[in-house]
């Protein structure tokens, strides 16, 4: 931990100024690195996904900032679901803390406070996927009350 | 299959009066037999969702008609994303296919339809999860050209 550790850590959605440091932990991260670019300016597919979770209703994206810097992310999407006799849940994604600031608890407290805004919004549960080539997540997630459940399935449409 | 299996098969957006045969299908399955509540009238919930699918240009309940009747039914929801230099991707949930049209070949042709759809709509990867409750589904994706990368993990927040 840097000596900002002590500070407060502040929860609250991402501006577009925070855009180049969050792509820069996207970037920075073993899967992640194979597949994001970071580079000045930044590929025009960032800033029109942020734009476009920003005007949706249903995303939020949440940074976690101390000492004036951002050191970790995640995306929460609300789903409308018939299943559950109708009633809401929430998906997380793309959880990310910036290297320096690893293992100090900031990950916890920004899925806390995605469970917190869940709750808010009348959600009745929250769902994520983890990639099994990261076993020290799945670990993670369980301490926080999640329970594996399901296999998570992707295919490429490429 | 019944007699109707000869008949084509449609595609189509989900319309407010199938709600009830929705329902029932999702009503008529070992694990939602747990959780749903079919009767008449509906519990409110279910209304409530539907519109708000029907509204979210980012969601969509797809079923599949047969000669007039609904058989299958799933929901797709795009996703922005700043991952994957911020490509939008797809999930699919929901999948349900009557218990009379079972094995006919109904769930694929949904799947296949919902893949075409998260191209439409220029997404790179459609991603879903399947509860471990449910192998035989595991083998239907992975058939499909899903690969079980992730653990799938939920979290209740009753």
Redesign the interface.
């Known amino acids: 931990m840097s000596q900002a550790g002590d500070a407060p850590l502040v929860m609250r959605t991402a501006r577009e100024a925070d855009l180049q440091c ?2 820069a932990m ?1 970037a920075d991260d073993p899967l ?1 690195a194979t ?3 970071y580079g000045s300016p930044l ?8 734009d ?2 920003a005007v ?1 209703p ?2 939020e ?1 949440i940074v976690a900032e101390q000492a004036g810097e951002v050191i970790g992310m995640l ?1 929460l ?1 609300y ?10 849940r929430a ?1 997380v ?2 959880v990310r803390v910036a290297r320096a600031a690893r293992s100090g608890g900031v990950g916890r407290r920004l899925v806390e406070h995605a ?1 917190h805004r ?2 808010e919004r009348g ?11 990261r076993p020290e997540a ?1 670990a993670f ?2 301490a ?15």
């Open positions: 969050l792509v996207l992640g597949r994001e670019h590929p025009a597919g960032y800033r029109n996904a942020f476009a979770i949706d249903n995303n994206l995306q999407t789903l409308p679901s018939l299943t559950y006799q109708g009633r809401w998906m994604e793309g469970l869940a709750r959600c009745h549960m929250v769902q994520l996927t983890t990639d099994k080539a799945l997630y369980r926080l009350g999640f329970t594996a459940s399901h296999e998570g399935l992707k295919r490429s449409l490429a």
